[in-house]
């Protein structure tokens, strides 16, 4: 199949015949687009749209799961704390767990004089008051605990008064909690996984984690949102009595003075 192409040259005009494949010869009606089997097809669009969608939900679940892969595999595996305990005085760390999570710290004093060994004592409660760590006239220790109740824990040290130095004591705790207390290597030991396995076992720990802080996150947002609405309630009808009895006190006085003015013959 033929078509013309019109070329314009300094001297004359003329028609110089040029051919197309037939593909393009195909798809070149733009006037009448419904005799091109691309839009006469109306399938092959429908084939087309829903490969498009497919492919785009699909880069789309993929970027979501790298991304959340890589937000994980950077997670902090726990914090480390330098505390400066005071000569006199007592220096504190908490942090706010939920039930049932595993706690693992190690803490240890930066000597300051190595000839003399300085020592401290630490101890950590629960929400409740409730000791569950002790130690007294130690440079290093390691408390663990799993959670029984919810709240703030707290780890208090304070010197034995044998430290004689000039500034304050350097304390280093090596705080972790959740998953980054868990022992991995006995785990793949136990299990027998490594590589690959073991980094997807900590990967589905740390998402479980997530989903147990988010179960905690919604329930307090629970009790707060139920707090709040008590709160408000209770506010209200404080105000509805207080604004009743300055009316009811007005009224009384109003009857008073009018009596009283009345039995005096002024009105």
């Not at 440079?139 to 000039?166: K, P, V």
Request: glycine residues 6%.
């Amino acid at each position: 199949m033929f078509s013309f192409k019109r070329t314009i040259n300094q001297s004359s005009r003329k028609l110089i015949p040029i051919s197309y494949p037939p593909c393009l010869v195909q798809h070149a009606d733009p006037i009448h687009p419904s005799s091109n089997s691309l839009f006469s097809d109306p399938l092959a669009v429908g084939d087309m749209s829903g490969n498009a969608d497919l492919r785009r939900s699909f880069m789309f679940r993929s970027a979501v799961f790298v991304v959340l892969l890589w937000g994980l595999s950077n997670a902090p595996a726990g914090d480390a704390i330098w505390l400066n305990v005071p000569k006199t005085g007592t220096k504190c760390v908490s942090e706010e767990i939920q039930s049932n999570v595993v706690v693992l710290a190690d803490y240890v004093v930066v000597p300051v004089d190595h000839d003399h060994a300085t020592t401290i004592s630490a101890k950590v409660t629960s929400p409740y008051g409730n000791n569950l760590h002790h130690k007294e006239n130690v440079t290093h220790g390691q408390f663990a605990f799993t959670t029984q109740e919810a709240g703030n824990y707290l780890a208090c040290f304070w010197s034995d008064g044998q430290y004689h130095g000039s500034g304050e004591l350097s304390v280093n705790i090596d705080w972790k909690t959740g998953i980054a207390a868990k022992d991995w290597e006995s785990v793949a030991r136990k299990e027998k996984i490594e590589g690959v396995e073991l980094e997807l076992a900590k990967l589905e720990a740390a998402v479980e984690a997530i989903h147990n802080n988010l179960i905690y996150m919604k329930g307090r947002e629970s009790e707060l949102r139920t707090t709040s609405e008590t709160t408000n309630a209770r506010v209200a009808w404080f105000s509805i009595m207080s604004l009743g009895i300055c009316i009811a006190v007005s009224c009384l006085q109003i009857w008073y003075l009018k009596r009283y003015f009345q039995k005096k013959k002024l009105i």
